[in-house]
């Protein structure tokens, strides 16, 4: 895309109806700032409405959501050790 690429600008398309351009900045903006948690939603949510398949995760999240279950099951497992 050759065009200022924003939230905004994704906002203003979806308010239009163009669901297809909306869709495809906010696929840019999530490949931009994976860890943008509010702009992976959004995307979900409109490929939903569009009827396409969500673009896959970016693998930096794949390792965080694994770090983070990592760091829970440590987490339970010193909880138990407290209780007993």
């Known amino acids: 895309m050759d065009r200022m690429i924003t939230k905004t600008l994704a906002e ?7 669901l297809r351009k909306a869709y495809e900045i906010l696929k ?7 860890s ?14 569009l009827g396409v398949s969500p673009p896959p995760l970016h693998p930096a999240d794949h390792a965080k959501e694994e770090r983070i279950r990592i760091l829970k099951k440590m987490l339970n497992n010193i909880r138990e050790r407290r209780k007993g």
Not at 12 to 18: A, P, R
Not at 36 to 49: A, G, N, P, V
């Open 12 to 18: 203003i398309y979806l308010k239009q109806g163009d």
């Open 36 to 49: 943008d948690k509010d702009t992976q939603q959004k995307l979900i949510e409109l490929s939903e409405r």
């Open 28 to 34: 840019v903006l999530s490949e931009q700032e994976p």
